[in-house]
């Protein structure tokens, strides 16, 4: 993947400090607003068994997980990089036991868990074989790809109907959709081909910019939250189209029309529609940002 966004570099880190930007990125999703779909501050609705502090409590269960994702890839020696992915898998499902403990049940991380483990043990990996001050951002992504080569095949080979399946698996088999894990297998390209340039290059407030990347995401991804809670995958050309036009309004004026982001937000509350999915790239985007001191 050719991007200019992968040209980004950041700093040496340490466990605590990279485990510190990851937890900042998960409460500055939560915190801005308005979001479509999304809890914020002020708006639940579509997420009535949550609220703004649900997700402060869960963003901070998560450090112990992060720390040890991140010592997993600095301490991975071997030449197979799923190997390391394989590791994350029981870690991962330990911090969903204690997110879902925290929050009595309620599913208010479980995509960040997923998005942000993978990507802390491909920096501690990355760091781990540079040889100067630096990490750069192509070798984390080149390293993320390597780690969730062939993800798609092996969680999915073997799916059947008649069996318990996440709604991500019900839409593979009924739409060939592959929700986040092909995000994954293929670099998080939704990530840092739209949400990094955008927060990059985006003006205003950090909350303008940080709603500004969010567009970007929902205009070029299938939220699987979204075709869930739709029933359809036709939402999903609705919702792109909505999160162009308030994009290219911010590109010829130069600011946000937060009145017609409202607008679009009561809209997501009046159809109990949700973008769960794009809040966890949203989040991997502003992890991005901070890591590369540019947010």
Excluded: W
């Excluded at 609705?45 to 901070?60: C, K, N, P, Q, W």
């Excluded at 070029?220 to 309004?249: C, F, M, W, Y």
């Excluded at 937060?258 to 997501?268: H, I, R, S, Y």
């Excluded at 809040?279 to 590369?292: G, N, P, Q, S």
């Amino acid at each position: 993947m050719t991007n200019a966004s992968l040209d980004l570099t950041f700093p040496q880190q340490d466990t605590e400090s990279i485990s510190q930007t990851a937890v900042a990125a998960l409460l500055d999703e939560v915190v801005t607003h308005p979001k479509p779909g999304l809890v914020d501050p002020v708006d639940n609705r579509g997420h009535e068994d949550m609220d703004v502090y649900l997700f402060i409590d869960s963003a901070l269960s998560m450090p112990p997980y992060l720390k040890q994702c991140f010592q997993a890839g600095v301490n991975f020696n071997g030449t197979e990089l799923t190997d390391l992915m394989a590791q994350l898998r029981p870690l991962g499902i330990a911090a969903e036991r204690r997110m879902f403990a925290i929050t009595n049940d309620v599913n208010t991380h479980k995509g960040a868990i997923f998005v942000l483990g993978i990507m802390m043990a491909a920096c501690g990996y990355a760091q781990a074989q540079s040889q100067i001050e630096t990490t750069s951002l192509a070798a984390v992504v080149a390293t993320e790809r390597a780690m969730t080569t062939g993800l798609i095949s092996k969680d999915f080979a073997q799916l059947d109907h008649k069996k318990h399946l996440t709604a991500g698996e019900l839409q593979y088999l009924e739409y060939g959709t592959t929700g986040i894990r092909g995000e994954a297998e293929a670099g998080f390209p939704t990530v840092f081909q739209h949400g990094v340039p955008t927060l990059l290059a985006s003006s205003g407030s950090q909350q303008e910019r940080i709603l500004t990347a969010l567009l970007a995401i929902v205009a070029n991804s299938r939220d699987s939250n979204l075709i869930k809670r739709a029933g359809t995958p036709a939402i999903v050309s609705q919702a792109q189209a909505q999160a162009q036009e308030l994009l290219h309004v911010k590109q010829t004026t130069g600011q946000l029309d937060l009145v017609a982001l409202q607008q679009m937000t009561d809209q997501f509350a009046s159809q109990n529609l949700s973008l769960g999915g794009s809040a966890d790239l949203l989040i991997l985007t502003i992890f991005v940002a901070r890591l590369a001191q540019r947010l």
